[in-house]
């Protein structure tokens, strides 16, 4: 004789901790805001004590100076022409080290005598220069297995 059990009937839903409409969103912001003016409190109470404002100026000391610097000027330029100065200082250095590290990385590649010369399997090393190109490349070659030939790893 067989008998079946029947399924035991679904266990009812257990009541969820709910906030209020918005108050994840809220408790997110208040406790940033909290964040930045405990930093600011610590930042204004060591300035005070320090009393050396070469060292730590205060909160307003630096408010002050960027107004002045942004309205006024520094070394004679405009705040925006510094900005820009800057940013072409990045571009070009970014734009050299890109141009720099290509030219080298397809050197590497093509020229035989300068693969070689490093020791072990050219196209391992090739696969392996590809893909450091990305973060974690090196990990993708491993775990794709192209690394894996006579038991290297």
């Known amino acids: 004789m067989t008998t079946t059990l029947a399924p035991a009937?679904?266990?009812p839903p257990?009541?969820?901790a709910t906030l209020a409409?918005?108050?994840g969103l809220r408790r997110r912001i208040a406790l940033r805001l909290l964040a930045?003016?405990?930093l600011y409190i610590l930042w204004d109470v060591t300035a005070r004590v320090m009393r050396n404002p070469a060292?730590?100026?205060?909160p307003g000391a630096v408010w002050d100076q960027l107004i002045t610097t942004s309205t006024e000027g520094y070394s004679g330029h405009s705040l925006l022409e510094h900005l820009g100065v800057s940013l072409r200082r990045i571009v070009i250095g970014s734009a050299v080290g890109i141009a720099g590290g290509l030219l080298i990385g397809v050197l590497l590649g093509t020229v035989g005598w300068l693969r070689a010369s490093g020791g072990g399997d050219p196209e391992e090393k090739s696969i392996r220069l590809a893909y450091q190109a990305?973060?974690?490349g090196d990990l993708i070659v491993k775990n794709q297995g192209l690394l894996k030939k006579n038991g290297k790893a």
Do not use: M
């Open 36 to 38: 930045l003016v405990v």
């Open 9 to 11: 009937p679904p266990a």
């Open 14 to 16: 257990a009541e969820k």
């Open 55 to 58: 060292f730590i100026p205060s």
């Open 134 to 136: 990305f973060p974690s």
């Open 21 to 23: 409409p918005g108050g």
